[in-house]
């Protein structure tokens, strides 16, 4: 946060700023404090928007294994018809372990979509808040 700089007259001694200079310096902070904030929300959104990203792709992988367990669970059904016992539970092993993938991935994707919610810019609200409460302490000195 911007510091405030008080003037000094030739003396060494406080200058008094007139109310235009108060009011103008005031205003160059505050549009610098702005810009501030909205380059923290923009890099927190960043950040947000890969963790979602990467949420949505371990769905995706979730639902690839998911159909290729199903592929396996058809060729063990086929298996199962065509030979004997141990084809068709070989089969059925292997779709139960691209589920178990499946699974896993989906609980991944929902933990990374979890952490980037909620989608709003925590870190620069509170920034934003503790500037404001900054701003009041000062004012009622």
Do not use: C, N
Request: charged share 20%; net charge positive; hydrophobic share 50%.
């Amino acid at each position: 946060m911007p510091t405030l700089e008080r003037a000094e007259r030739r003396d060494g001694h406080p200058a008094e700023d007139s109310v235009g200079e108060l009011v103008s310096r005031a205003s160059q902070q505050i549009s610098q404090l702005v810009r501030e904030e909205m380059r923290l929300a923009q890099a927190e959104m960043t950040q947000k928007g890969k963790r979602f990203g990467l949420g949505g792709g371990l769905f995706g992988g979730a639902g690839v294994a998911a159909f290729v367990a199903f592929l396996a669970f058809t060729a063990a059904a086929i298996a199962a018809v065509a030979l004997a016992l141990p084809g068709w539970a070989a089969a059925l092993i292997v779709g139960g372990g691209l589920l178990l993938v499946a699974g896993l991935l989906a609980l991944l994707g929902r933990t990374e979509i979890g952490r980037a919610t909620p989608a709003a810019p925590k870190q620069t609200i509170d920034s934003v808040k503790d500037d404001v409460a900054e701003v009041k302490a000062r004012a009622r000195r």
